[in-house]
């Protein structure tokens, strides 16, 4: 797919759109990191649901830990894997209040060195918590770098790097934000809604349903 294209695209995409974020409800960086753990094999507002009262009670390091991995699981038990989240985020809480003073570190190699975080967690971290242009690919993204012929790959990272290539400069810092929009609610995978897509004549789908 040429620049112009994918310019255009994203051009289409912020009018539809002028101001994308998350899904997920969070007012600090930890909170975010707390509900992107929470939100993988879980939707957002699953997660939101559990949150909003997690978060009453427990919003940063130390609150957590206080709670235990016990009380945790009380706030966490409606989302899947919880049992191995919670594991996971008592020890990223420990680690947080231990080496970094209970803020959560603007940094990837830190970032995917807590228990629970990996690549796509920490890319979202860094682009919704700290504006950094970053992209993380979930399934939404791959899927809609691949149908359209935006950014194919074969795996989630080769997307991503292509991605990272293509995206005009100016849309970067939300572009990972308008795709997941985009395959969540337009290009969604069993029945793209091809016809209510506002980039439909760009698109290089060859399978388009128009009805």
């Not at 807590?114 to 979930?138: M, S, W, Y």
Request: net charge positive.
């Amino acid at each position: 797919m040429d620049k112009q294209k994918i310019a255009e695209i994203f051009r289409r995409l912020k009018k539809h759109t002028p101001e994308p974020t998350t899904e997920l409800i969070y007012a600090t960086p930890f909170e975010l990191l707390i509900a992107v753990i929470l939100s993988a094999q879980a939707t957002d507002k699953g997660v939101n649901k559990a949150t909003a009262e997690l978060f009453r009670v427990a919003n940063t390091p130390a609150d957590v830990l206080a709670l235990g991995e016990r009380g945790l699981k009380k706030h966490i038990k409606t989302i899947g894997l919880f049992n191995t989240k919670a594991k996971n985020i008592i020890r990223t809480c420990q680690i947080l209040h231990d080496d970094y003073h209970s803020q959560v570190p603007e940094d990837r190699q830190a970032l995917e060195s807590l228990p629970g975080v990996g690549r796509k967690t920490a890319n979202v971290i860094l682009n919704t918590a700290f504006g950094h242009p970053t992209i993380a690919v979930d399934t939404h993204i791959f899927r809609v770098a691949n149908r359209t012929g935006m950014a194919p790959g074969k795996t989630v990272l080769e997307v991503e790097k292509n991605l990272l290539k293509v995206v005009p400069p100016r849309y970067m810092k939300d572009a990972h934000h308008w795709l997941i929009l985009h395959g969540r609610y337009t290009c969604i995978a069993r029945k793209p809604r091809c016809g209510a897509c506002v980039i439909e004549d760009l698109c290089e789908y060859e399978d388009k349903r128009l009805e």
